[in-house]
């Protein structure tokens, strides 16, 4: 299964993108997804997840800012970002993971990021 992320680009502070990750598998709308960001010299980091049943979790510096959603007709799961901040300034991958308890758990399958930049 290969999960395509789109919608990146470059943005004022303050500003908006929606990222999508879409995949053709017959699964995806069962399947967990996760939005990961690396800024460079940065570890990997959780932006946000939901479940196939839209269960939802966040990163910490989310702040409701993002809203993470999935459109299971289109088979694609949305990230909606709003009041972006220069330090939101890296690399956007989308992810097939699960949930252990209440927390998202990142699995191996990978999108191939989408680059987000944010100008002050």
């Given at each position: 299964v290969q999960l395509q992320a789109?919608?990146?680009g470059l943005v004022q502070?303050?500003?908006?993108?929606r990222l999508t990750c879409a995949s053709s598998g017959s699964?995806?709308?069962?399947?967990?997804?996760?939005?990961f960001r690396q800024a460079p010299g940065k570890q990997r980091e959780l932006v946000a997840a939901?479940?196939?049943?839209?269960?939802?979790?966040y990163g910490g510096f989310v702040m409701?800012?993002?809203t993470i959603s999935r459109d299971k007709a289109q088979n694609m799961v949305h990230l909606q970002m709003?009041?972006?901040?220069?330090?939101?300034?890296?690399v956007y991958y989308c992810n097939q993971g699960d949930?252990?308890?209440?927390?998202?758990?990142?699995?191996?399958k990978w999108g191939q990021g989408t680059q987000v930049t944010v100008s002050s």
């Open positions: 789109s919608g990146g502070a303050g500003g908006s993108l699964t995806f709308n069962d399947d967990s997804i996760g939005w939901i479940s196939s049943n839209t269960r939802t979790n409701g800012r993002f709003d009041g972006l901040k220069p330090e939101d300034t890296a949930w252990f308890g209440t927390s998202y758990v990142k699995g191996t």
